[in-house]
C-alpha cells in the first residue's frame, strides 16, 4: 500500500493508474478504523479496480473542540489494517495540507443539512460537505462509498453530487455491529465496557421501534414507547428519536412512502455522542 501525505503525491500516483484506465474507489474516513470502516474498503475492492482510502480528521465538521481534541488517532494500526484488507492507497494529508491557511470557503447547505443532526450538530455538515468535495477533486474516483450509519451524511453527500454535478457513484454500504448490535464507531473506544454492554439497547431500541411501527403504523405512540426506554437507564441519555422521510430527514406524519422511512437515534453516554438509524423495511 502506498502511502501518499501530499495532494501532489497522490495526484500523480491516480494519473499513472487512470492512464491505464482502471477505475477508482474511493473511502473517506476520520480514521480510528474498525470492522464498518473496512468493510467499506471491501465493497471498494469488489467494485473498482484501485482503492484509495483517506484519513482526515476534519477540523470544519467539529462544532464541539473537546469532541475534536478527543477524536481517537491510532495511524499505526490504521495503516496496518487497511493493508490487511487490501487497500492499494492511503491518503493522508494534515490540516496545512487539506485548507492551506483557515478555510476561505463555505458550503452552506439547506433542507436536510437543518434536521436532526444538522440541528443538533450546528456547521456540521456544511464541514463535511466542504472536505468531501475538495476530496473528490483530489481523487476523482468513479465510486465513492459511504456507511449507512451515517445516513444523513449520505443524503447530503448525495445532495452534493447532484447539485455541484460530481460524475461519482455513490454507493451505501449497510452498518457493521458489535455482537450486542452496537453500531460499529470510533467513539465506541472512548466507552468502558459497562458503558459498551449498556449501549446496546441503542439498537433493541430501533428493533422495537421498527416491529412496533410495522405492527402499528401509530407514529407518535412509537415514539413514545422508545423514548421511554431509556427513561430508567442510569447512563444513557437520548438526545433524539425520529422517525424521519429521507426526503427531507423531517419528522414523518405518515408512513406513505414505507421504503423512505428511517428510525434516527442519538444517544449520550457520559462525553460520548453515539448515533444509529434503521430503515423501516430493512
Ligand atoms: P468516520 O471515520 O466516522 O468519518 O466514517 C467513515 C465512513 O465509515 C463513513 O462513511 C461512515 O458512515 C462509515 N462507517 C462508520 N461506522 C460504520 C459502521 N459501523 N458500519 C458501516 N460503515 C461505517
Do not use: W
Amino acid at each position: 500500500m502506498k502511502i501518499c501525505k501530499t495532494v501532489k503525491e497522490v495526484r500523480n500516483t491516480l494519473q499513472n493508474s487512470r492512464s491505464k484506465g482502471q477505475s477508482i474507489g474511493f473511502v473517506p474516513t476520520m480514521g480510528a478504523l474498525h470492522q464498518g470502516h473496512l468493510k467499506l474498503v471491501e465493497a471498494s475492492k469488489e467494485n473498482c479496480d484501485l482503492t484509495v482510502t483517506s484519513i482526515f480528521v476534519n477540523p470544519t465538521q467539529f462544532n464541539n473542540a473537546d469532541d475534536l481534541s478527543n477524536y481517537p488517532k491510532t495511524i499505526d494500526e490504521d495503516s496496518e489494517k487497511l493493508m490487511t484488507t487490501g487497500c492499494d492507497i492511503l491518503f493522508l494529508p494534515d490540516v496545512k495540507e487539506m485548507y492551506l491557511s483557515k478555510p476561505q470557503l463555505r458550503i452552506g447547505f439547506d433542507g436536510i443539512a437543518e434536521q436532526l443532526e444538522g440541528s443538533f450538530r450546528p456547521g456540521h455538515f456544511d464541514g463535511v460537505g466542504l472536505v468531501v468535495s475538495k476530496l473528490f477533486n483530489i481523487i476523482q474516483p468513479d465510486q465513492a462509498f459511504f456507511g449507512q450509519k451515517d445516513l444523513q451524511q449520505f443524503f447530503i453527500v448525495k445532495a452534493l453530487v447532484d447539485h455541484l454535478n460530481y460524475s461519482i457513484q455513490l454507493r451505501m454500504v449497510p452498518t457493521v455491529r458489535e455482537s450486542n448490535g452496537l453500531a460499529m464507531s470510533s467513539r465506541n473506544m472512548r466507552l468502558s465496557e459497562k458503558e459498551r454492554k449498556e449501549a446496546g439497547l441503542i439498537y433493541k431500541a430501533l428493533g422495537i421501534g421498527q416491529k412496533s411501527l410495522l405492527n402499528s403504523s401509530d407514529i407518535q405512540a412509537v415514539k413514545k414507547e422508545v423514548k421511554e426506554l431509556f427513561d430508567t437507564s442510569e447512563r444513557l441519555g437520548l438526545e433524539y428519536f425520529e422517525i424521519i422521510s429521507t426526503d427531507d430527514f423531517k419528522p414523518t406524519e405518515s408512513l406513505f412512502n414505507k421504503e423512505k422511512i428511517a428510525l434516527c437515534i442519538a444517544v449520550n453516554i457520559g462525553q460520548v455522542r453515539l448515533i444509529d438509524n434503521l430503515m423501516l423495511i430493512s
